[in-house]
């Protein structure tokens, strides 16, 4: 199977071939959104573009942020709802195309995208970005997370990223403030990481260079991403 195939909304009712469960479902919020937020980089009308479950979303709520939380999966935000309802956390959660934001132009101050941008192909880039320019208000900020060229060949990824293309693609609209290396943390250990890439990929896929990926203090497997933060130009 190719990962580019993969369908989220199956993902989201349970219809995965990842194994026993996604791997950035960590029922609970990024650490580098909230090392984010902790830094007071989130204000005004927040979203949470390719908000999955929603528990960013909800974290950043739960800060007295106002957020809307949007995903293409309508199984994910029915999951995210719920979830927001059971912390008693008010967030708009809806379902949206994201190269097309359409009856939210204008509206937002700052744009979170934690891992959505590698599961685009660059033609969606493109009309991503269009979209997120259409959708957000001169000065707005992008918090930008993807996978970068370090992560392993043989990882079950959409995309790899490269820096020139987040200078390229993101550049032309926003001005980038921020372009850093940094780590993602995943709800896979190690073995569950090898498994979801046998089962993606190949039964034979060599995983060997997974070892080199480091891991938490759970044992959770730490993904090299970049961390890029940009600034909408006015016009």
């Known amino acids: 199977m190719d990962v580019q195939d993969v369908d989220f909304e199956e993902l989201y009712q349970g219809v995965t071939p990842m194994g026993r469960k996604m791997p950035w479902d960590l029922g609970a919020p990024q650490p580098e959104v909230k090392a984010l937020a902790d830094a007071g980089e989130f204000t005004g009308e927040v979203l949470d573009i390719g908000c999955g479950l929603g528990d960013n979303a909800v974290y950043l709520a739960s800060r007295g942020l106002h957020v809307t939380g949007l995903d293409g999966a309508p199984s ?29 132009e204008g509206r937002f101050d700052t744009v979170l995208d934690s891992a959505l941008y590698h599961c685009l192909t660059e033609e969606q880039r ?10 957000t208000r001169p000065g707005a900020r992008l ?35 921020r372009l850093e290396r940094t780590l993602y943390t995943t709800a896979f250990t190690r073995e569950e990481l090898e ?30 991403v970049w961390r890029l933060k940009a600034i909408r130009q006015s016009s």
């Open 126 to 135: 493109h009309e991503y970005l269009a979209a997120l320019t259409r959708a």
């Open 195 to 224: 498994e979801s890439a046998r089962q993606l990929l190949d039964p034979d896929a060599d995983t060997s260079g997974f070892a080199r990926l480091g891991t938490d203090a759970d044992g959770h497997v730490l993904v090299p």
């Open 143 to 177: 918090h930008l997370f993807c996978f970068s060229t370090d992560v392993p060949n043989t990882f079950p990824a959409p995309h790899l990223i490269s820096e020139a293309n987040l200078r390229e693609t993101v550049g032309k609209a926003w001005t980038i403030d």
């Open 76 to 104: 994910a935000v029915e999951q995210a709802r719920a979830r927001a309802a059971a912390q008693g956390v008010d967030v708009e959660f809806a379902v949206a195309d994201a190269t097309k934001l359409a009856g939210y």
